[in-house]
Each structure stands twice: as C-alpha cells, then as structure tokens.
C-alpha cells in the first residue's frame, strides 16, 4: 500500500458506464453558453440554417458557434487548435454532442458569418441587461489600438516612403563608387558581387516604385502590404500598425455594451457614434457618457446633445499663444448679451464678420484698440488679436461647465474604462487580432467581447443564477 492517492486501472470495465453529462459540473460556464446559444433566433440573426442539397449535410450553425465562442473564452483561438480541441476537450465534447469539424470548416464558419457573430455579441448585452447587470445612468468611452497582421515594414506612409527610397538611392550610389575603385584597379578584382548587389537594389527600387503609386492612390495616402485594411497609428512610445477600437462601457459592472472597430487612428470623430449605440443598446431615453480629452470635438459634442446624450470630456490643454507666453483664449471672456469679447486690457472684440471653415459657420472678432494697447505684447505679435467663434460655440462651453460642476467624472472613466482593454490585450497575446482586412477583424472583436462579457457576468452572478435569470 502506498502513500499516495492512486487512479483507477484504465482497463478496468464498469457495468454501468459514466456519461458525458456526469463530467460537467453544475456550475461549468458551458450550461451557460449552451443555453444561451441553444435559446438564439440563429435563423434571425442571419446564420444560414438551410442544408445544401448535394453532398455532405453541414454543420448547424449552433454547433459551429458553441465551438468558437468556448475557443475564445478559454483563449483558444486556432481553427487548428479547436479542431483538436473538439476531439480530446470533455467540456466541448459535451458542448458539440461529440461533433468535431475540421479546421477548415470552422474558419469558413467566422469567414462567412461577420455580421450574424457580431449580432451574438449584442444578444448577450441584452442577457445582461434583462439579469439587470447594467446601470442605465453612465457610461464611459475609449478606444484603444490593437496590432494587425501587418509588420511596420510591410506599411508605408509618403514620410516612411520617402525615407526609404533615399535610403536605397544612397546604397546603390555608394555601390557603384566601391564598383568604379574595383574597375580602376590593376589587377582587376571580381566585380561580380557588386554588380549583385546593385541588381538586387535596383530591383528594390522598381518595388518600392510600385508601392508608391498606391500609396498616391489611397485616401489617407498610406498603403499595408499584408492587411490592406491595417493603417499605421500613433501610440504611447512607438507606433503600431493596427485598428482603433472603440469601448462604451459600463460604470456598474464594467460590461462592454457596444463596441466598433475602424482604421482611422484619431478618436476625435469616434464619441458619438460609440455614445449612440449605447444608448440604443440600453433601450433609455436619456444617457451620460464620460471620455478622455482626445474625443473632444465641437460637432461631436452637437451631435450628442441632438441625441439626448450628456457628455463629460475634458477640453485639450495645448494653446500655441500660451506656449509663447502669450494670452490664451481662456483669458477673454465672452458676454453673450452684447455677443462681444472682453480681453485682460477691458476692451471688447466686436464681431466684424461672418465665414464658412470646414463646414461650420465661424464668427470672426477683434477690436480696433489693439494698436494702442499698453499690454499688446503680452497678447499677439500681429497687428490686431483675432477670434474665431463657432456658431455653436455654446455647445462647448456647456460641456466645459459640466466637467467643472462634476470633478470626480474623469475619475470613474479612468477606473472603468481602463480594465476591460487591459485584459481583452492580455487574452489576445503578443499579436492581438490573427485575422485580415476590416470585416474580419470586426468579427474577431466582437468575439473576443462576447467572451469577456460572458466570464465578467459568470465572476458576478455565478452559473447558476445567471442561467436562472436567462430562462427566467
């Protein structure tokens, strides 16, 4: 007799054989996704449901869901990895009934249903919401980039194009001086290896020439070798080539509640389409929304008060008169009953005239003592101090007053908004999205969220109950 716990003899038969259901406990998150997607409109949503008339049958789409969806909450992303997964995982041999598709027919799966996945993703949002995990009141805006399947040296912009093309200039020229020494030289030396390397570079040159029509092409003139869709973004520290993506989530139990996807590597235009689809999603009339100083936009801002949609986002500090010791705009104050500017020396900006700038209606002010001003050094090193003012500049200023009157708001989005793209990064390892072009990438996002909501709802509530609440 030994002192250590012994296993049972593999060869050893049982009259009454286990199973598959006694190995999954009762409180397994797999009870959970098997209902949940077992309970999906799947038809509804726009996965095919018809079986092709020759060949094969196929798999049904539930099948094919449960296996990507128990892939992405336990951080098995590989078509080939799921395969495998599906022969030897007893959870997901419970899931899929001891179905197991090869890798090919579950990457055609993610391929050729984007937009029904994505739709699964706001099903469960709602499951959420029905279990009454969501707060109606706040929530809190950010993006954050994420890399593409795309090296920085396989994208090009017109400086990074420019740069590279000298570089190949400068070697083949330096080559061919070290080619014109070998020449004059007695005896003479194999010039072949140079000759080589001028070949390979000039061959380089015409590649690069290639590229660079492309890159002309382009709207945003850059252009991605790998992913066409991928665009190079600035970050903390270095850059990425990546995709921008957009977070509303919740302030009660951090849940994503909508999410998107784009190339565009500003957030500056981003607040209000992410802050209405909140809005939709949580089904209520009015809704708060809290973001960072990069979303702050006048238009943007406009666009969310039409929608009764209260937003808290910091103005940016930078002023190019202040760095110069100058007055910034902070120092003029406006007097809305005369529709003047009062500037530090009591006089008034006076509005003298009315234009269109990038579509919006701009007042133009100045004031007719500034030659004589005792303090004019102080405020421009121009003639006159010029003021530019946006027609619904009030929209601004109201936000300003917000922000003023609720101090703790940057506060809560900071401790919300900052976990959910701290552990999404973490899940997704070094390379983030495996996936090519925009559509795809949007699918693996959505199922990357759909598997973070589902593990914040399971911590929260546990198994039991949330599969309660959901047949409830």
Known sequence: ???????????????FPESLDDYVSNESMVRVLDYFIDDLNISGLGFRTEANDTGRPPYHPRTLLKIY???????????????????RNVELMWLTKRLAPDFKTILDFRKDNGEA??????????VCKKAGLLADALVAIDGSKFKAVNNRDKNFTRAKMKRRLREVEESIDRYMDQLAVVDE???????????????????????LKEHEVRLHEAPDKQVSLTDPDARSMKTRGTGIVGYNVQTAVDSKHHLIIAHDVTNVGSDRSQLSVIAKQAKEVLGVEKLEVVADRGYYKGEELLACE????????????????????????????YKPDDDEYECPAGERLTCRGTRLEKGKIMHRYYSSACP????????????YRYFNRWEREDVMERAEARLEDNPDMMAIRRATVEHPFGTLKAWMGWTHFQTKTLDRVSTEMSLQILAYNMKRALNIMGAKALLEAMQA
Do not use: W
């Not at 250590?4 to 038969?13: K, L, V």
């Not at 808290?312 to 007055?327: C, H």
């Not at 004589?372 to 003639?383: H, L, M, R």
């Open 306 to 333: 039409e929608a009764d949609i209260t937003a808290y986002v910091p103005k940016p500090l930078t002023s190019g008169n202040k760095a110069k010791g100058l007055f910034d705009r902070s120092k003029f104050i």
């Open 372 to 383: 004589q001003c005792p303090i004019k050094s102080k405020c421009t090193t121009g003639t």
């Open 1 to 15: 007799m030994t002192k250590f716990i012994e296993g049972e003899n593999r060869f050893q038969s049982t009259l």
């Open 185 to 207: 030289q007695e005896p003479a030396e194999d010039k072949r290896p140079f000759e080589e390397k001028i070949a390979a570079l000039q061959k380089e040159m015409e590649r």
């Open 117 to 126: 996945i994505r739709l699964v993703c706001r099903e469960f949002v709602m």
């Open 69 to 87: 969806v128990y892939g992405y909450l336990n951080r098995i992303h590989s078509g080939r990895r799921l395969e495998l997964e599906a022969q």
